[in-house]
């Protein structure tokens, strides 16, 4: 039995994970760090928000942990394992929202043609400055679904439709906040046989109904930002590429299934 330190995985949940990630190559020499290291060396970064130089002498050579991490996110890994524990998911109800991420000084300059650029690696100016916004989803119990970046300043309801399209939305009420309650967003979820509990905003032409006990479970989604903000390289934006941090994101959200 290994006793794990803060920010690392036991082993009954490393346990759920551990086939999900690449194998290793049999020839040649060993590597000089396991999955197991490499992901937890991963999971403190991310948490601590310290930078790869600072990564404690216990998990291996930095550099040798940074090239892992690339190598897994440049292929989808984390991507993919997010996927499989989050299958099992409560989609009675689910909630939709956005956070701003405060970008740092050191995550703009990404050149024009770096891997994945998209919208200026999804770095835009709002009122707080530079802002990253994660846009999510999570469901009945607050786990997350699935997730989107787009630049500050760009409208969440810019964002929904793509995003609620990434899961099934047949017989699934959607919380969301007035932002949200534009006519083709609506049309949209009822187009998918899903329902909505979005609050019209007070000038609405044709308000609609809506179920505001219900709609007090959005503070699920509410609550899920405040875990990943628990997280200070996804609090504060250090990454150049939108691909790299929203890696960090799907570590995270990876995190939060296995607790």
């Not at 040798?64 to 409560?90: M, N, P």
């Amino acid at each position: 039995m290994v006793i794990p330190k803060r920010y690392e995985v036991t082993d009954e949940q490393w346990e759920r994970i551990a086939d999900l990630f690449p194998k290793r190559s049999t020839r040649g020499r060993p590597p000089k760090v396991d999955n197991r290291t490499a992901f937890n060396a991963t999971l403190w970064l991310i948490r601590s928000g310290a930078a790869w130089r600072d990564l404690p002498e216990r998990y291996g050579p930095w550099k040798t942990i940074y090239s892992r991490f690339r190598l897994w996110v440049d292929a989808g890994v984390f991507e993919q394992i997010f996927k499989v524990v989050s299958a099992d998911a409560d989609m009675e109800n689910v909630s939709l929202d956005s956070t701003s991420i405060r970008v740092h000084q050191k995550a703009s300059g990404a050149k024009k043609n770096a891997v994945n650029a998209d919208v200026n690696q999804y770095i835009g100016r709002s009122r707080g400055g530079l802002t990253t916004k994660i846009h999510a989803i999570v469901d009945g119990l607050g786990n997350p679904l699935s997730f989107r970046l787009s630049g500050g300043e760009v409208h969440d309801s810019t964002v929904a439709a793509p995003l609620l399209g990434t899961i099934p939305l047949k017989s699934v009420n959607v919380l969301a906040d007035k932002a949200y309650g534009t006519q083709a967003l609506r049309d949209f979820i009822t187009s998918q046989e899903g329902y909505y509990t979005i609050p019209p905003k007070s000038n609405a032409v044709n308000p609609w109904p809506c179920d505001f006990y219900l709609y007090k479970e959005r503070h699920l989604i509410e609550g899920f930002f405040n875990q990943m903000k628990e997280f200070r390289r996804i609090a504060t934006r250090y990454d150049k590429l939108a691909h790299v941090f929203l890696g960090a994101v799907y570590v995270a959200a990876i995190w939060v299934w296995l607790k």
